[in-house]
């Protein structure tokens, strides 16, 4: 797939999603990346993620389970010389940036920071190799069944024998963003669809199981009509 560029609509999808509902911007992550050179931290970084998934399986016609997870943190590195510690919450706010800063710059050598920290960010414009979409808002739930429908139908179309098929659907949907002490900020989206379909044959009493899925990293459409 060609790239895309410059990468910054994967920038504001990351300040949506990851920033903005919680009160941040840039500014208050160079504070709080700051607060640790007042000891001698050489490097620090924060790492923000979001992550959505779901699951969608269906057998003989009827959906048998359904799942959908969202989990989401900010992570805190500092480097002292050869040193590196690190720091994670699960709640982002800037409260708990400046708990898990703190925490992590407790490996800084004695004596005062001489590193300057950046006073403004820097967006990087690199390449993206994804589309910046959500794939789980693709397709909303009753489309979803139907793809599932359809995999059911052309796996028994196949061959008679067939006696039972088992199809699944999966969607995740990962938002990455980066700032560094220098002021460098980058953000990245990262996709991703898989279809799944277990079919079970039988002749003369006999049973053989067969498997097979693929995806990638793209929204539910995907997967066409013809799959």
Do not use: C
């Amino acid at each position: 797939m060609k790239p895309f560029e410059p990468n910054l609509s994967s920038l504001a999808v990351a300040r949506d999603v990851l920033l903005t509902p919680f009160g941040l911007d840039e500014g208050k992550l160079l504070s709080a990346l700051g607060s640790m050179f007042t000891h001698k931290v050489d490097y620090a970084d924060l790492y923000f993620q979001f992550t959505k998934s779901e699951g969608w399986s269906l057998e003989e016609g009827i959906v048998k389970t359904g799942s959908f997870s969202i989990d989401q943190g900010v992570g805190v590195r500092a480097v002292s010389g050869e040193r590196t510690a690190f720091s994670y919450s699960d709640e982002i706010s800037e409260a708990a940036l400046l708990d898990a800063a703190a925490a992590t710059r407790t490996i800084a050598r004695a004596g005062s920071g001489k590193i300057k920290i950046a006073t403004a960010a820097r967006p990087t414009g690199g390449r993206s190799l994804y589309l910046p979409h959500d794939p789980l808002a693709s397709l909303d739930a009753t489309a979803k069944v139907k793809l599932l429908e359809r995999v059911e139908k052309m796996a028994r179309a196949k061959d008679p024998r067939v006696v039972q098929v088992m199809a699944g659907l999966a969607g995740e949907y990962d938002v990455v963003l980066v700032v560094r002490s220098d002021g460098v900020l980058a953000a990245d989206i990262r996709p991703l669809v898989r279809v799944s379909v277990t079919v079970i044959a039988e002749q003369n009493g006999r049973r053989e199981v067969g498997s097979s899925g693929g995806g990638g990293r793209y929204d539910y459409g995907y997967f066409s009509d013809e799959l």
